[in-house]
């Protein structure tokens, strides 16, 4: 009796580990749309390289979406740092289809002459964008990014933005293929890209 005992503990361990691990595949490479996940859709914006319209890219691109700002002190320049680092690690031939874009949600510092001074320290293809605060909100809100600003008063940047930091590749309709959490580490957007390309 005590040994069926053991074996029934072990299989619910196993199930739970399965079930756990499925879990954390969907939360970070995406799948089936459900209620209360992002939807994406289309990504208009004033941009470094003009008007960025996601409906531009290519039939075979896709754009690798991160929402931050440039006064952020670690998650963007870490987030970034991955993205860089898995466009390096691709083929030439990938790496066309790869568009990366920052999309700021502090349009009050973030002017397009600062990011586009900020990100060439990430490489000449990335893209930054932003707008107006109704505007940002209404596309946080369709791609589930939340922000708050911090008011800081002891600091010289007088605020600091707390926000969300997914990335999202998503393809020229707006799809989003596949969202990666965020990690220090860049074999997570790189396995995607991978998968996606």
């Given amino acids: 009796m005590r040994g069926k005992g053991v074996w029934a503990g072990i299989a619910l361990i196993v199930l739970l580990l399965a079930v756990g691990g499925a879990g954390w595949y969907q939360q970070q490479f995406g799948g089936d749309q459900r209620a209360g996940e992002p939807v994406g859709g289309p990504i208009t914006l004033p941009s470094t390289e003009g008007e960025f319209r996601l409906e531009a890219l290519g039939e075979e691109q896709v754009a ?14 870490m987030s970034l740092a991955v993205v860089r680092q898995s466009l390096a690690e691709l083929s030439p031939e990938q790496r066309e289809r790869v568009v990366p874009l920052m999309v700021s949600v502090d349009p009050e510092r973030d002017t397009l002459e600062r990011l586009e001074e900020y990100l060439a320290f ?3 293809r990335f893209i930054g964008a932003t707008g107006s605060q109704a505007r940002l909100e209404e596309l946080a809100g369709r791609y589930g990014v939340v922000w708050r600003k911090v008011e800081a008063p002891d600091s010289a ?15 020229r309709q707006g799809e989003i293929l596949r969202r990666v ?7 997570g957007l790189l396995a995607a890209l991978r998968e996606t390309l």
């Fill in 64 to 77: 690798v979406v991160f929402f931050g700002y440039t006064y952020c002190p670690d998650v963007c320049p």
């Fill in 122 to 124: 990430f490489g000449e």
């Fill in 181 to 187: 959490l965020y990690s220090p580490s860049h074999r």
């Fill in 157 to 171: 940047m007088a605020y600091t933005i707390d926000h969300s930091s997914s990335l999202y590749l998503v393809d």
